[in-house]
C-alpha cells in the first residue's frame, strides 16, 4: 500500500452523477489532434480547445503521481500544490481518499504547462465532479513519457528496462557514488548478502573479481517503484542477474543519485522544518524481521525481537502515510513496549482490573489520546473502537503514527528552546502536547525525571532513534529519502 491511495473499503463510495452526453466541437478537434501527437512534454492545448479545472492536492503529506491509471509512481506532490486537469479515466478499483471512494484517475499537468502523470481523484480537490467538470481521456492522451519537472527526471519514451540481480558477497556489497573501488559510499552503504534488488543500467570502471568473474561493470541500484530513481553502484561481479549485464539493460548516462537522509537525529534545535526522512522497500527477498525471540534480523542489521521491531513494515508505511520520520515511529513504540511491558497476558490482565482507564496497544495510548486522534482522523478511524487497540497491533501502530502527525501540526515554525522537533514530538508523546509547548518555547517548568529519562536514558527515544536508523535507514531493506 501507499501513503496516497490506498484502498480502505470501510470508506463510502461517493456518488457520481452521468457527465455530459454533448462534447463540444473544438473539444473533439484537440482530442483529435492529440492522438496523432501524442502529450507526453508541455500541454499547449488553450481553454478554448478543451476544457480544464484547477484541482489542490489534500493528501497529507503527498499524493502519488503515476504514469498511467494505477501506473507505477514516478514522482510525488506536495499536499497544498496545485494542478490543472486535462481529462480523466476510470480504473479498475475503487480507490479511497480524502475526497472520498473513487475509481477516476485525473491527468494532470503542472504550472509550467508540463504533462505531470495521473493522480488519484480523491486526492485532488477540483470543487466539483470531476466527470462533470472535464471531459474523458482520449487514447491519444495516454502519451507512455511523462515529464516529471519538479523532480528532475528525464522524459523518455518507456521506463528503463531493469533487472533483479541477487547479491553474492557473502559480506554484503558496498553501494558507491560512482563506478570505482575508491567512489565514495552512499548513505545506505551497504547491501544485503543474498538479497535483490533492481538494476536499471551498468557503466564501465574499476575491475573487480567476485563470484561473477573479472569485469569492468558496475550495475546501478535503483527504487524497484521508480527506476528512475537511482540509489547507487555496485560491482557486476558481486550481483548475479542471471545473465550479461551489457545485454539485459542500457548503458548509464550521467544519473544523478537521489539524495538519501543522514543518520543523525533531524536537527538544529529550535526549528520545525528539518530534514525528515520517508522510507521505501528496495528488497523483496524475504520479510524485514526474521530471527528468533531475542535476536531480530532486519536486513544487515540485528537486534531484540520486540513486536515493534517484526512490524517494521508496517511502522514505516504508517510513518510515511502520516508524514512522520520512521525512525521516530519505531523510536517510540519501542520505547513504549520497553517501558510498560506490552505483553500477553500482562497487556490482558491490566485492562481487565483498570478496563478503560487502562492504556492499550503498542502505543500505550490511553482512551482519551485515541478518541482526539478518531475525532481528528474520522476517515481512518472513524469506526474503530479503544478496546481494538489490545491485539490489533497495526491499529495500535496507525493511531500512534497519526497522534504524533498531530503533535507536530501544533509546533511553531521555530522556538527559542534546546530541543529538536523529534525531541519535542517524544515530549508530546509522554507527556502531552500542554507540556510539549511550553516546553518548546521556554516557559513551561523543568521536565521532570521521567520525561527526562523517557529521552535519555539508555532505553530512551534518543538511543533507540540511533538504533531505528539502522534497522531502517542502514538495513539494506529500505531506501531512505529526503521527505
Known sequence: MTNSDARQGHVPTRTRPDRRTLIKLGSLLATLMAVGAGITGTYAASADETRTVRGTVTAR?????RDGVEGAIIGNAAHGTGYTVVCYRSGPNQISGSEGASPYWDRVVDENGNDAGWIADVWLDTG???????????????????????????????APRTVTGRVTATEHLAVKTGPSLAA??????????????????????????GDGGTNRYWDLVVDPTDPRRAIGFVADAWLDTGGDITAQ?????????????????????????VLAARAVRITSSEPAAVGAWNHCRVGRHTDSCLTPITKIDLVVNHANAAGIDPRLLLAILVREEGSFGYSRPWEDI???????EASRGLGNMSKATFEETRRKHPELFGSRQFHELTGD????????????????????TTWPGDYTRDELLAIGYNAGASNMLPTADGTGEELGDDVRNYLGDDRGVRTWWSRADELICRSGVYLCLIR
Not at 61 to 65: D, L, V
Not at 184 to 208: F, N
Not at 396 to 411: F, G, K, M, P
Open 61 to 65: 503529506p503527498e499524493a502519488n503521481i
Open 128 to 158: 466539483g465532479d470531476i466527470t462533470s467538470q472535464v471531459d474523458p481521456c482520449r487514447e491519444g492522451q495516454l502519451g507512455a513519457g511523462i515529464r516529471n519537472s519538479a523532480a528532475n527526471r528525464q522524459a523518455t519514451d518507456a
Open 184 to 209: 565514495p559510499r552512499t548513505e545506505l552503504q551497504l547491501l544485503v548478502a543474498d538479497h535483490s534488488y533492481t538494476v536499471a543500467c551498468y557503466r564501465e570502471g574499476d575491475e573487480v573479481t
Open 249 to 273: 539493460v542500457e548503458r548509464c548516462g550521467e544519473v544523478p543519485l537521489a539524495p538519501q537522509i543522514s543518520n543523525t537525529m533531524p536537527g538544529p534545535a529550535g526549528a520545525k522544518d
Open 350 to 356: 491490566k485492562t481487565w482490573v483498570l478496563q478503560d
Open 393 to 412: 497491533d497495526e491499529l495500535s501502530i496507525q493511531t500512534t503514527a497519526w497522534h504524533l502527525r498531530d503533535l507536530l501540526d501544533q509546533l511553531p
